[in-house]
């Protein structure tokens, strides 16, 4: 958007459920239209036309999908250009302007000002935009289904586990594949299983994967066997397991179904031959990477992908570290929590730091050190200049650890020790 030169009108839209809010500023930064706006096809068409009329239109969003669909919709329509303003970005220009308050009209002003003034700060809504929109869609139902397909398996696996343990052992690992719905769904519980003959429970299996049938048979037979005993509540159990099996099979196949459209939004996409490429990213998790990242014409380098994921090496400092400041190998409060990129593996080998609580500060500020089975650390506690550089300029952790073989400056020279660790040596201070 730097290079979008030549604009007359900049129209902030602060997106809202049932209206919004524009502001319209000319090149003086002077409003031209700051009122509420329906979120009506109509209000906006004649709200973009008015604009038009004083020359070139930039309509500014701070949310391109769901709520904003259909002001960019509208505009693009009227061939009027549309730009994006993070919500990150906006909140960080938002403090530089006088006030706090988070209203609807001051929103959108901030907005138009910051394309008018700062239009480096926004990202373009292209038709790339309209594919991730559609993506969006189909993996929030794939979420979904998910979702609806782990409460059933609990759900089925739980009555299982209630009425017959032995049987869910088997079932149960094997409940999202065809051969275990099939039994469930056509056989019901540990009655209707049992009822049956075993040439019938194995043209079942067979019907629905041949592979290893009859060895899954034969463990369900086993398993059977194992229990002869009838739990209270086998009788509803074998009513209601069935329908959560044909729920569970239904809802697999929707996901199986959503699975090839979302393939096919992501094969369209530039990026989709680069990601399907990496190691262990599939379509799911391709469709998602997407959704976090966006616009890849937002990360320059790889260094500011790096930087949105939380991947971002941060400096470290000695001495200890303030309140203020993130501990090393750890991300930022700046890095997108919610990505989906993991964190780096320098993190995990950082030893989180000891806390201070009121029982070890005394042990703490104790000048006897503890006890220690490794004579060299026990050399360094107990002097006092273990914490002095060598001349060397190590530090200190890397020193000499006998502190007896280092000259002591002028300024400690004469400093008592603490603690002995052996009888008085001949060059000790008396």
Not at 274 to 283: D, E, F, K, N
Not at 368 to 377: E, G, W
Request: aromatic share 2%; net charge neutral.
């Amino acid at each position: 958007m730097e290079k979008q030169i030549g604009f007359d009108i900049w129209c902030g839209l602060d997106v809202g459920k049932q209206a919004h809010h524009a502001c319209a500023l000319d090149a003086a930064g002077n409003r031209v239209f700051d009122k509420p706006l329906p979120q009506d096809q109509s209000k906006l068409e004649d709200l973009f036309g008015r604009l038009s009329e004083h020359g070139r239109v930039l309509m500014i969003v701070d949310q391109p999908n769901t709520i904003g669909a259909l002001p960019i919709a509208v505009a693009r329509s009227m061939g009027i250009t549309v730009a994006y303003l993070p919500g990150l970005a906006m909140r960080r220009i938002a403090d530089l302007h006088p006030g706090n308050a988070k209203t609807d009209a001051r929103d959108a002003f901030i907005i138009a000002d910051a394309a008018r003034t700062m239009p480096h700060t926004l990202r373009r809504v292209d038709v790339g935009e309209e594919a991730l929109a559609e993506l969006k869609v189909l993996v929030g139902f794939d979420d979904d289904l998910a979702a609806e397909a782990t409460r059933l398996s609990n759900r089925i696996r739980g009555l299982l586990t209630q009425i017959h343990p032995a049987l869910e052992r088997v079932v149960g690992p094997r409940l999202t594949t065809k051969q275990g719905l099939a039994v469930i769904e056509h056989l019901g519980g540990p009655q209707g299983i049992t009822a049956a003959t075993k040439s019938r429970l194995l043209r079942i299996v067979t019907k629905a994967n041949p592979r290893g049938a009859q060895s899954f048979a034969d463990a369900i037979t086993t398993a059977l066997a194992e229990q002869t005993v009838v739990v209270a509540g086998t009788a509803a159990a074998e009513k209601v397991l069935p329908k959560l099996a044909a729920s569970l099979r239904q809802t697999l196949e929707q996901r199986a179904e959503l699975a090839l459209q979302v393939e096919k939004v992501v094969d369209d996409h530039p990026l989709a031959e680069v990601l399907t490429s990496m190691p262990g990213v599939g379509v799911r998790t391709a469709a998602r990477i997407l959704l976090d990242i966006g616009d890849a014409s937002s990360f320059p380098t790889a260094g500011h992908l790096a930087a949105y994921a939380g991947l971002a090496p941060v400096t470290r400092r000695s001495g200890p570290v303030s309140g203020a400041s993130s501990p090393p190998g750890q991300a930022t409060s700046t890095s997108n929590e919610h990505s989906s990129f993991p964190r780096s593996p320098r993190s995990d080998l950082t030893p989180p730091a000891a806390p201070t609580t009121t029982a070890n500060e005394p042990r703490a500020r104790s000048t006897t050190p503890p006890s220690s089975a490794c004579p060299v650390a026990a050399a360094m506690s107990c002097s006092p200049c273990s914490g002095i550089e060598s001349p060397t300029g190590l530090p200190p952790q890397h020193q000499n650890p006998h502190p007896d073989l280092w000259p002591l400056d002028e300024e400690h020279r004469d400093t008592p020790r603490t603690t002995k660790t052996g009888p008085p040596r001949g060059d000790d201070p008396v």
